[in-house]
T-cell receptor, first 111, second 113 residues
Framework: DVKVTQSSRYLVKRTGEKVFLECVQD?????MFWYRQDPGLGLRLIYF???????EKGDIPEGYSVSREKKERFSLILESASTNQTSMYLC??????????FGNGTRLTVT | QKEVEQDPGPLSVPEGAIVSLNCTYS??????FMWYRQYSRKGPELLMY????GNKEDGRFTAQVDKSSKYISLFIRDSQPSDSATYLC?????????????FGTGTRLLVSP
């Protein structure tokens, strides 16, 4: 079974802080993704990566950056957290031409 | 208008009922269609996926795609209380594969004993 592990289930940060969300997958998948999930808006793609050190912007990349130094690890960085970034953040991974497998999410609250 | 529309529910049914969950979409380029199940405070879990049109069955679950109507369905037979969850449809075009999925907002299903 694919395991996608997000390091924190719940996180509370203050406005202006730099925030790191970490994700690790154990199935040697090429692709990794970061989504945010908000009520009424569904899942929206922030960034994805198809290889180590490669990244592509998704639909809502503003205010975020990512890092993929190793194949199994994909980090999402909020450079200066704002209250409108309070959300559920979901990491996913996949093989090429295969569906995504998600982690259990990090619920981030920015106060 | 959203690219993928899904009724948020909640849809309440008694145990044993047949459940029909649906999504409509507007982009005729979509070729990959998926259904995910999401329990409260968990990530989405892949249930089924199909390529292009047709039906696919897996146990109590049947996924159906009607590309001419731009309409996909997930049927659950003999529904169980453990099926209570939010069901998300997702789809993408042939050129982007699974990299640029568009999700519905999810339908919440409640199956009562």
């Amino acid at each position: 079974d694919v395991k996608v592990t997000q390091s924190s289930r719940y996180l509370v940060k203050r406005t202006g802080e730099k925030v790191f969300l970490e994700c690790v997958q154990d199935m040697d998948h090429e692709n990794m993704f970061w989504y945010r999930q908000d009520p009424g808006l569904g899942l929206r793609l922030i960034y994805f990566s198809y290889d180590v050190k490669m990244k592509e912007k998704g639909d809502i990349p503003e205010g975020y950056s990512v890092s993929r130094e190793k194949k199994e690890r994909f980090s999402l960085i909020l450079e200066s957290a704002s209250t409108n970034q309070t959300s559920m953040y979901l990491c996913a991974s996949s093989l090429n031409n295969s569906p995504l497998h998600f982690g259990n999410g990090t619920r981030l609250t920015v106060t | 208008q959203k690219e993928v529309e899904q009724d948020p529910g909640p849809l309440s049914v008694p145990e044993g009922a047949i459940v029909s969950l649906n999504c409509t979409y507007s982009n005729s380029a979509f070729q990959y269609f998926m259904w995910y199940r999401q329990y409260s405070r968990k990530g989405p879990e892949l249930l089924m996926y199909t390529y292009s049109s047709g039906n696919k069955e897996d146990g109590r679950f049947t996924a159906q795609v009607d590309k001419s109507s731009k309409y996909i369905s997930l049927f659950i037979r003999d529904s169980q209380p453990s099926d209570s969850a939010t069901y998300l449809c997702a789809m993408s075009g042939g050129d982007t594969g699974f990299q640029k999925l568009v999700f519905g907002t999810g339908t919440r299903l409640l199956v009562s004993p």
